[in-house]
């Protein structure tokens, strides 16, 4: 790779958007209207306090207004880049009705960026009262715990399986929307409270799911979910068919590469992270960068700004198209995949309406490389080294709680996700995580006023 191309790919991954200048995040600020009873915070999964934070820009108290923020968030400056705002607090603005909502992330980004820049340490561990806490994950449902945990005076451990804390934040989501630094920085802001990360520390290999509920008063099953299930097709073994949590973290952690510069790149699936390996296929070189959906726009599962922003990119859209078999030429490279074309059907035991073949509709696309990005695999094996009840790798919880059917473990963010239960967003998880902190506290506080 030529050092023009490679620095030319390489500023490919920069933050795509940038921020509001000081000028337009006061003007913005001061059209907010600081609504009693605000109808943005309601909107928000862990009930920032929107108003307040943007009167504190308003007012140039810019540190209160990041601490606002992050109080209610504990990943909020992720958030303000990867929340579907135009579905929660913007799209709950009452300026909607008028004029156009205030810029509720963009102003978010705005405070957090400047105490990230600033290296702001907003929060003090809270007096230590003598219990432990292991969290399993370190994405942004066990940071969340964790923190608030800490502020309450718990002694917490985190046990993360990769080399660096963040899950989901850290390796996750596309650089150019969000950055690592960004991730690191709320890691920062729960290390600060006396918070042990144990990093390259995999649960049930390096320590036993058995020794943590036998060493901690508490135990928080944060673990996310694992790699991308296999389509069972044929060819889907060749060496140009990827994992797209794979694909995508190999952007963050690995020097950037040129292999895919000229070529023709297809991704099975339409959630956010098939969005993510589309625009990443782009951003790396790609002629062509598809996504193949059984199904129609209006059942893809990505985010609507991130459908935007893909097509923006240029990526190609194939709706109703099922893949049934990867072709290869002699040499076992991949040359195209052949396809079906579907029609939606009744609606099946899920509400959503079933795509079925359409007979003697076959075609091929041509493809240099297939992604597969069509949902995650769950840590089934983990979860029963913790004898814990769970629905296909769904931790089943006890009531309204986050406890699962051992009294010591929790459970939190896309561990429980699925089979009726939360939701996958990043701000669902931290507040799930926060919850879940809380309830852990009520239970061991309770039995320690009960010993005495």
């Not at 600081?34 to 109808?39: G, H």
Request: proline share 4%; with cysteine.
């Amino acid at each position: 790779m030529t050092s023009s191309l490679k620095d030319d790919l390489k500023r490919n991954f920069q933050e795509a958007e940038r921020g509001l200048t000081p000028r337009e995040a006061l003007e913005e600020s001061n059209r907010c209207l600081y609504c009693y009873d605000a109808p943005c915070i309601q909107a928000c999964p862990t009930g920032i306090d929107i108003p307040t934070f943007i009167k504190k820009i308003a007012s140039g108290n810019l540190k209160g207004s990041a601490k606002t923020i992050m109080t209610a968030n504990p990943v909020g400056a992720s958030c303000a880049r990867v929340c579907p705002t135009e579905e929660l607090c913007e799209g709950a603005c009452v300026l909607n009705h008028s004029t156009k909502p205030i810029p509720i992330g963009d102003l978010q980004r705005y405070s957090t960026d400047w105490a990230i820049q600033n290296k702001q340490a907003l929060f003090k561990a809270g007096k230590k009262n003598g219990k432990t806490v292991a969290i399993v994950g370190s994405g942004p449902a066990g940071l969340s715990a964790a923190r608030e945990l800490a502020l309450l005076g718990y002694s917490v451990t985190i046990f993360e399986a990769e080399k660096n804390p963040g899950g989901l934040n850290t390796y996750g989501i596309v650089s150019f929307r969000l950055p690592q630094h960004i991730s690191y920085w709320e890691v920062d802001q729960v290390k600060n409270l006396d918070v042990e990360i144990r990093t390259n520390s995999r649960v049930g290999v390096d320590i036993s799911a058995n020794q943590l509920i036998k060493d901690y008063d508490a135990v928080v099953l944060a673990i996310g979910m694992s790699d991308v299930p296999k389509l069972g097709i044929e060819g889907e073994d060749l060496a140009e068919v990827y994992d797209a949590i794979d694909f995508v973290k190999a952007t963050k952690t690995e020097d950037i590469t040129d292999k895919f510069v000229g070529k023709k790149l297809m991704v099975i699936g339409a959630g956010n992270t098939a969005i993510d390996a589309a625009t990443c296929s782009v951003r790396l070189g790609a002629e062509e960068a598809g996504i193949i959906y059984r199904r129609t726009q209006a059942e893809m599962t990505a985010y609507d700004f991130e459908y935007e922003f893909a097509k923006q990119e240029g990526v190609r859209f194939h709706w109703l198209t099922n893949p049934s078999r990867i072709v290869a030429d002699e040499k076992g490279q991949v040359t195209g995949i052949e396809c079906v074309k579907m029609e939606l059907s009744e609606a099946g035991e899920d509400g959503r309406r079933r795509p079925v073949p359409i007979a003697g509709s076959e075609f091929i696309l041509p493809a240099d490389g297939v992604i597969r990005a069509i949902g995650q695999s769950r840590y089934v094996g983990l979860l029963e080294q913790f004898n814990i009840e769970h629905d296909g790798g769904v931790v089943t919880l006890t009531g309204d709680s986050y406890k699962t059917s051992n009294e010591k473990v929790f459970a939190c963010g896309d561990v429980i996700f699925g089979k009726g239960q939360g939701e996958a967003m990043v701000v669902s998880a931290a507040q799930q995580g926060k919850m879940t902190a809380y309830e852990i506290d009520g239970v061991l506080m309770s039995k320690t006023e009960d010993i005495a």
